[in-house]
């Protein structure tokens, strides 16, 4: 692997990283622990205390145009340090993503003349991070609006991909999969792959739903949420795709048991392996309790199991190659 592929590796896994811990913010409600943005109630170092805010230093009047029911006196009754920490943190876990994506970008001109689908998809991916930092500054001043929040999550697929990409295509040699059957599997891997992004735009409104639980009705214990989900359409229609994408992933596993190439049977078996146990995690939040680990440990895996499609379908190209990435 070369210090190019190595750099964007970095930059996708701290993005991996990113999503597991945004799915944190979401799961414990801390989407407006901190209730500004870039600052933390008006400061850098956000407080560990409500004695600590200086309200002098918050914009009321800006929240206002936000909730005109906004004071003063509301904004200290939602003052939770958990929150406060678990916001910042997330905040503080970006940077990592912004600076490895630009060290990618910068690295990407040795491709410019030779490689130009490198250098663009480095660029495409500089920008798709800085869109998703104003995203994230509109998410906090909309006060977590959930349109917002769906297409946040969309980008950071759409991100996921594109480094899984310039990682496939900066290395000296390209990586070749052969998955020894006479079915189309690529074509299954592109079918497979698209349900699962559309599974994983589904997941997102329905979490959207499960954070206004979350604040509307604080007093419900979370094995009970699904009963109020099941009222939901967006919900049932999740929840029965997800059928739909456990099929495909025993057909292709069950077609593709000839592959060569150790790093070609590993994704596959990451593949269903993660499809398996997001049909268990997604059992337990439908018939058990949204509880906040399933929650974030079901997202997590969903950015896994997507960059594993990707690169499958990427890897899976009729070409020659001497050896794998």
Known sequence: MTFFQKTALAALLATIFLIYVGAIVRATGSGLGCPDWPKCWGVLIPPTSL?????????????????????????????????VWVEFINRLVSLPVGLFTLATFLFSFQFLRKRKSVFFGSLFALLLVLTNAILGAIVVRSGLKPGVI?????????????????IYRGGDRVAFVNFGSKWPIRSLLVVLFIGCVAEGVMGSQVREITDELALKFKDIPRDEWHQTLEQKPIYLLHRSFSWAILVLGVILFSKTRK????????????????????????ILMSHVSVHPVVQVLHIGLSSILIVALFWLILAGRKQECTKLI
């Open 150 to 166: 769906t297409l946040h999550m969309a980008l950071a697929i759409i991100l996921l991909c594109v480094f899984v990409f310039v």
């Open 51 to 83: 004695d600590q805010v200086d309200f002098d230093k918050l914009n009321i009047e800006k929240f206002q145009r936000r909730d005109p029911s906004i004071t003063k006196e509301t904004l200290s009754a939602e003052f939770n340090p958990v929150h």
């Open 259 to 282: 592959t060569t190439g150790d790093l070609g049977q590993l994704s596959l078996k990451v593949v269903f392996g993660i499809i398996l146990a997001q049909m268990f995690l997604g």
